[in-house]
């Protein structure tokens, strides 16, 4: 069984859109699980409409701990619930027809721990464009199917409190923790880059929070790597180096930096 990972938090039109998307797989053997963050807007309501459509399971959040918080507790739910795979996707992007079905097939056949394609970006005033899976797949969640076992006996978890970049941890702890990988030739996924969400700030405000949380997702990731796999800790050093100019901006502003 295959399961489908939402962290959502308001904007219930866009939800109800990537729900759809879900409705018009060609795969129809799917479990959906929706967390909802903590929402101010009714998101339940919602999930109520697809309930004769999908087998969707609605969870939410306590306190709104974030987008990596939220998934955290998605895996957990299927790992409970003894699902095989596992995929996300973002509550205001879509997947495309042939995705589920794709994917499924791909890290069966291929016995990997996961599979990467590339990410269709849908920009709103501008041309779209492809990121290719080798680019994508150090970075963005978008477009990827996961073994539930291969996250959960290597402890590959999201990092906790951010609001963005909580990406790049997980991307890098599931890049090194395994060599069963694969990258698709076609995208299946649709990101629908222009959203209103703490990643699409603009100003000040923006850099202070993606600056920091730069630094944590990265100083998570090379803390699992460095726990976990020493010997490849070489392999960061571009990381760490790109992250100094994040470091550096933290430290003017005087916001919090990692201690250990």
Known sequence: MLAVIIPAYNRPECLRESLNSLTMQTMKMFMTIVVDDCSQEDLKSVCDEFTQKLKLTYLRQPINGGPGMARQRGIEAAARAHIEFITFLDSDDLLMPHA????????????????VSPISVEQKHSTGF????????KVWLHGKIFRTSFLIENGIRFPEGLRGNEDIAFCVKCF???QKKSILEQPVYLWR????????MKGEARDNVLSL???RASYDAIKYVQEKFPQKLVQLFPRVFFIYNYYQTALAKEMPIPSE
Request: proline residues 0%; charged residues 35%.
């Open 213 to 215: 949380d730069y630094i």
């Open 176 to 178: 090194f923790s395994t």
């Open 130 to 137: 492809v990121l290719n899976g080798e680019e994508a797949s």
């Open 193 to 200: 880059a222009e959203k209103s969400s703490i990643t699409r």
């Open 100 to 115: 589920l079905e794709r994917l499924k097939y791909e890290i069966a056949h291929r016995n990997d721990d996961y599979v």
